[in-house]
């Protein structure tokens, strides 16, 4: 049973940059065909897709966010990290991590823009 875990603060101050972790238990982030995404709800929305790292390496990014965005891994310790750049209150969501092809999702964290 794959597990997903977020880890990061849950406050950040306008201008700053959002930084998460996902932990990736009973799978391995290169597994074949595995696609390591990062998705998010701001309050009152619906869901948004940030962004992905591939089994390969490869990243893809929402092109609403593709500028401000960075999401990369470290396979020694299975985990993957998104980077949210020059944050404002507009990015105060709740995040996941997710392996959507297999339906596994992290619990979620909130992560709230504010001075």
């Known amino acids: 049973q794959v597990q997903l875990q977020e880890s990061g603060p849950g406050l950040v101050k306008p201008s700053q940059t959002l930084s998460l972790t996902c932990t990736i238990s009973g799978g391995s982030i290169t597994a074949n065909h595995a696609y390591w995404t990062w998705i998010r709800q701001p309050p009152g929305k619906g869901l948004e897709w940030i962004g992905n790292i591939a089994y390969s390496g490869s990243t893809h990014y929402s092109p609403s966010l593709k500028s401000r965005t960075s999401i990369s891994r470290d396979t020694s310790k299975n985990q993957f990290t998104l980077q949210l750049s020059s944050v404002t209150p507009e990015d105060t969501a709740v995040y996941y991590c997710?392996?959507?092809?297999?339906?596994?999702w992290g619990q979620g964290t909130q992560v709230t823009v504010s001075s």
């Open positions: 997710a392996w959507l092809g297999e339906g596994y």
